[in-house]
Every structure is written in structure tokens, then in C-alpha cells.
């Protein structure tokens, strides 16, 4: 079974400092990666992806992928209490020809606190 | 504006009757998918599509049942051999014959079972 596994927290970050989520997954097939952020009742948004290895930075958030490690990360910099919410990490298996079936972990629950 | 639109937003269900979740895309998308959301979990796929008149089933198919008669509507059927529906099932959209594999995510329907 191949399976994308995180810490389901709550994490609590104080306002204004980097919050650090964690992600691994077994499929050393997989390609690409995503985080996605949702909020309590809410769908999934997607926040971030990154498909090779290193830093992708967007704006307070930066995406790290070591292949190596079969490790994703998410940072998120001067944390706001907007950002309190799940996030989702996700990675596209590679078992399936077309369709991107993507892998799903059970999310970390963050909590910035003021 | 182009998106995903899933009804209703709640549904209620008596035990032993079948519902039909509707989800609609106007993103041109090729690929369309059905995920259920338990309390604190990730998502878990229940079927996916990835032409019209094709689809395959998930991890959780059971007591489910799915349509692609049009490339945007992708109908799900929660069946009474569903036996624990009560869950936020939310549906997505892709197209990963166009090299995205983004999923894109309706806003959701809360099925309860009473």
C-alpha cells in the first residue's frame, strides 16, 4: 500500500514565527507533490507544489523535496492566524497510466496562537 | 468563472434509500473524482473517471456507485449497501493528459444518515 503519512498535531505556532509541517511518503515512484490547506468545513485549496528536488518558494510559503529521503515539507514564514488550518499533503502515484490519482495524507492540524 | 459546483451543499438520508450527490466542471477538465472526508481524516478515493463513459474504482468503492455520461458531470450514487454514509464527500477535477495533475475540489456535500 503505498501511503503518504503525517503528524496529525495540532501544531501551535506563535503569530509571526515559521511554522515547519513534515511529510513522508513510501512510493519512490511518486513525482510530484502537493500541499494543500483546508479550512475547518471547507474543500482543499491548493497551496503549493514541487516536483523536483530542493526549495520552491512562493510568497511566505516554501515547498522542500529531498527524493533521497522520500521527505516533503511545507514552511510557512511570519504565520498568521489566517493560516490556522489543516494541511494536506499529497503525492501522485505513479501506478496510474493517465488519470493522477493522487495519494492523500490525513493532514496536520496548525494552530497559530496570538 | 470557471469551477467545480457540487449539490446540495447537506443531504439527509434515511437508512435504506439511495442518494445521488451531483458534481459539475466547466474547466474543460478530462479527469473527475469522488473522495470521502471523515471527522479528522484525509481523503480517501471512491471512484475516479478518467474519459467519458470510463471510470474505476477507488480504495472505498464499496456500496457506492458512479456515471460519466458527460465530460463535465460526474454523479455519485451512495447505495443502502453503503453502510456508514454519513461523511463530507467532496469531488475533484484534473487534467493530466494536459500535464496538470492539480486537483481542483467542489465545495462539498455533508451527507448524513438519520
Known amino acids: 500500500q503505498k501511503e503518504v503519512e503525517q503528524n496529525s498535531g495540532p501544531l501551535s505556532v506563535p503569530e509571526g514565527a515559521i511554522a515547519s509541517l513534515n511529510c513522508t511518503y513510501s512510493d519512490r515512484g511518486s513525482q510530484s507533490f502537493f500541499w494543500y490547506r483546508q479550512y475547518s468545513g471547507k474543500s482543499p485549496e491548493l497551496i503549493m507544489f514541487i516536483y523536483s528536488n530542493g526549495d520552491k518558494e512562493d510568497g511566505r510559503f516554501t515547498a522542500q523535496l529531498n527524493k533521497a529521503s522520500q521527505y516533503v515539507s511545507l514552511l510557512i514564514r511570519d504565520s498568521q492566524p489566517s493560516d490556522s488550518a489543516t494541511y494536506l499533503c499529497a503525492g501522485v502515484n505513479s501506478g496510474y497510466s493517465s488519470a493522477s490519482k493522487i495519494i492523500f495524507g490525513s493532514g496536520t492540524r496548525l494552530s497559530i496562537r496570538p | 468563472d470557471g469551477g467545480i459546483t457540487q449539490s446540495p451543499k447537506y443531504l439527509f438520508r434515511k437508512e435504506g434509500q439511495n442518494v445521488t450527490l451531483s458534481c459539475e466542471q466547466n474547466l474543460n477538465h478530462d479527469a473527475m473524482y469522488w473522495y470521502r472526508q471523515d471527522p479528522g481524516q484525509g481523503l480517501r478515493l471512491i471512484y475516479y473517471s478518467q474519459i467519458v463513459n470510463d471510470f474505476q474504482k477507488g480504495d472505498i468503492a464499496e456500496g457506492y456507485s458512479v456515471s460519466r455520461e458527460k465530460k463535465e458531470s460526474f454523479p455519485l450514487t451512495v447505495t443502502s449497501a453503503q453502510k456508514n454514509p454519513t461523511a463530507f464527500y467532496l469531488c475533484?477535477?484534473?487534467?493530466?493528459?494536459?500535464?496538470?495533475?492539480?486537483?481542483?475540489f467542489g465545495p462539498g456535500t455533508r451527507l448524513t444518515v438519520l
Open positions: 475533484a477535477s484534473s487534467n493530466p493528459l494536459a500535464g496538470d495533475n492539480e486537483q481542483f
